[in-house]
């Protein structure tokens, strides 16, 4: 009779272990979409934006977070001295760019590598119903 109640409990013991196994899969399941829709991601952009701010160098033209243009003029540890306009300098952290624009010279290897598409998109006419007035806030 002994035997036969050990065996019962054990046999109980498994199907419970087997229940917490189970009931822990949907967390470890979400667990698992966080990191690969969130936390991931995040680590992408994190890395993406150290290797932009190491990049940037004397005479890259540049756009802040706050949305301001400049040229890069001078590059300290943990600032730089931006042109925004000729004659007036502004000194930002180099955490505070937000991208690196492409120069002239960047657009024209591009345009040249492009062939055909890069002429017939320079070359399109301007839309006829966008030069047109609709009449709204105007005289007739």
Request: net charge negative; glycine share 12%; charged share 25%.
């Amino acid at each position: 009779m002994n035997a036969v109640l050990h065996a019962l409990l054990g046999a109980a013991s498994k199907t419970g272990s087997g229940n917490a196994l189970v009931s822990l899969l949907p967390i470890l399941l979400i667990g698992v979409v966080f990191y690969f829709l969130l936390i991931r991601p995040q680590q992408r952009r994190a890395r993406t934006q150290r290797e932009l701010i190491q990049s940037v160098d004397e005479g890259d033209e540049v756009v802040t977070i706050g949305g301001i243009f400049g040229v890069v003029r001078d590059i300290e540890d943990d600032s730089v001295l931006l042109e925004v306009a000729p004659g007036t300098e502004l000194r930002f952290l180099r955490s505070a760019i937000a991208r690196k624009l492409q120069s002239q010279e960047d657009d024209r290897n591009h345009d040249q590598a492009g062939g055909q598409e890069a002429e017939r998109g320079s070359a399109r006419e301007p839309d006829d119903e966008l030069g047109t007035d609709s009449g709204a806030g105007g005289k007739t």
